[in-house]
């Protein structure tokens, strides 16, 4: 089984709302993702966490605020978001090896955020 | 900086016709792992293969094929047989490093393959 979930598959806010966006597996992964894809560009990587703690923020925008509240969940808190944050936000998961082995990373189907 | 390269931004082929798809890569790190993932029109990123730079053994899986060649740093796909449902985005993607605190993958531009019946 290779299923990452992601919840909701579509939404649109307004620039002061404040939404969710949540991603779960239940692979056994220590990794998880966070990605933004504009149209008709590739994914870009915005937040890592591995063993549910952030390894990696791609220098984001505070306005996206990552949570990892244990090793199946992964959300995405969005405040004050502008309309050039419109997006397919794609959510992934990998198995961790301390050693020396990249593993795959497993995508969602992705949110598709529409900001007005 | 690691960078990967899809000089095809569209393929458009009639079914039943084989399809390759270039990427040339760039990286500075001795370890790497190359990666071919599909993107149809939902938007999942589906998983395709997987290389290590220190494999070069090239395989075929189905009608999906690889050409993983270190000396030109390019790793290829090939479809045979193509299919309407093979018309999708695809993005091949590199991760480098010995890294344990998760992987990042940098994404070619991706190529758009149309496959008409």
């Known amino acids: 089984d290779t299923e990452v979930t992601q919840t909701p598959k579509h939404l649109v806010m307004g620039m002061t709302n404040k939404k969710s966006l949540k991603c779960e597996q239940h692979?056994?992964?220590?990794?998880m993702y966070w990605y933004k894809q504009k149209a008709k560009k590739p994914p870009e990587l915005m937040f890592v966490?591995?063993?549910?703690?952030?390894?990696i923020n791609e220098s984001v925008p505070s306005r996206f605020s990552p949570e990892c509240p244990n090793s199946s969940l992964l959300n995405l808190h969005l405040h004050a978001l502008q309309p050039e944050d419109s997006a397919l936000y794609l959510c992934?998961?990998?198995?961790?090896?301390?050693?020396?082995?990249?593993?795959?990373?497993?995508f969602g189907p992705g949110t598709r955020l529409l900001v007005l | 900086a690691q960078k990967v390269t899809q000089a095809q931004t569209e393929i458009s082929v009639v079914e039943k016709e084989d399809v390759t798809l270039d990427c040339v890569y760039e990286?500075?790190?001795?370890?790497?792992?190359l990666f071919w993932y599909k993107q149809p029109p939902s938007g999942e990123l589906v998983f395709l293969i997987r290389?290590?730079?220190?494999?070069?053994q090239n395989e075929i899986s189905g009608r999906y094929s690889w050409n993983f060649q270190k000396s030109t740093s390019s790793f290829n796909f090939t479809i045979t047989a193509s299919q309407v449902v093979d018309s999708a985005v695809y993005f091949c993607?590199?991760?480098?490093?010995?890294?344990?605190?998760?992987?990042?993958?940098?994404f070619g531009g991706g190529t758009r393959v149309l496959v008409k019946p």
């Open positions: 992934a998961s990998s198995r961790l090896d301390r050693g020396r082995i990249q593993e795959t990373q497993y």
């Open positions: 692979m056994g992964h220590r990794a």
């Open positions: 966490y591995s063993y549910e703690k952030l390894s």
């Open positions: 990286t500075r790190d001795t370890t790497y792992y």
């Open positions: 290389r290590n730079s220190f494999d070069e």
């Open positions: 993607a590199l991760s480098g490093g010995l890294k344990a605190a998760g992987n990042k993958l940098t």
